[in-house]
């Protein structure tokens, strides 16, 4: 069984502080990862995605990758109340362009 | 904005009534996907499809039917709906390029009463 594990939270952190996301796979095959952000009620939005192993940086958002401990990351510095959501990490399946998607993490930052 | 719409966007039905959803997307992507969403179990596929009349099951396909006869609609049926099949239903699209990123509507939430 293919499996994306996430910490469900919630995770709180101080504004202006770094929330720091985790995530771990079983499939050595995936290749690329994703971490997309949900509000409540609301769709999934993809926010990165990274391939090669080592740091991804956009804007206040860094993934991080180690395929060798089959590790992904989300750094969110400068957190915003905005930032508050449930994140979700995503590996990919080497069939038809699915997604194995972990349950999420609920992030609460505290102003 | 991936163009993908749903509809309803909202709707409740009683036990054993079908009930079909539309997602219907704009730009030809070629995979599009049904997932349901519920507390604590994240997102879960149902059915996809890889191109016209072309679909397969996912992990919770049971109770579900899906059609495509054309590229820019998908449609999830429930045949007799269940109260467990309560939820929030999502349609995502793949672009099918090599970055495998996802799309998704903005949902429709089901009550089955």
């Known amino acids: 069984q293919k499996e994306v594990e996430q910490n469900s939270g919630p995770l709180s952190v101080p504004e202006g502080a770094i929330a720091s996301l985790n995530c771990t796979y079983s499939d050595r095959g995936s290749q690329s990862f994703f971490w997309y952000r949900q509000y409540s009620g609301k769709s999934p939005e993809l926010i990165m995605f990274i391939y090669s192993n080592g740091d991804k940086e956009d804007g206040r958002f860094t993934a991080q990758l180690n395929k060798a401990s089959q590790y992904v990351s989300l750094l969110i510095r400068d957190s915003q109340p905005s930032d508050s959501a449930t994140y979700l990490c995503?590996?990919?399946?080497?069939?038809?362009?699915?997604?194995?998607w972990g349950a999420g993490t609920k992030l609460i930052i505290k102003p | 904005d991936a163009g993908i719409t749903q509809s309803p966007r909202h709707k409740v039905t009683e036990t054993g009534t079908p009930v079909t959803l539309r997602c219907h997307q704009t730009e030809n992507h070629r995979y599009m996907y049904w997932y349901r969403q519920d507390p604590g179990h994240g997102l879960r596929l149902i059915h996809y499809?890889?191109?016209?009349?072309?679909?397969d099951k996912g992990e919770v396909s049971d109770g579900y039917s899906v059609s495509r006869s054309k590229t820019e609609d998908f449609l999830l049926t429930l045949e007799s709906a269940t109260s467990s099949q309560t939820s929030v239903y999502f349609c995502?699209?793949?672009?099918?390029?090599?970055?495998?990123?996802?799309?998704f509507g903005p949902g429709t939430r089901l009550t089955v009463t």
């Open positions: 995503a590996a990919s399946m080497d069939s038809n362009y699915q997604l194995i």
């Open positions: 995502a699209i793949s672009t099918g390029t090599s970055s495998y990123e996802q799309y």
């Open positions: 499809s890889y191109g016209v009349k072309d679909t």
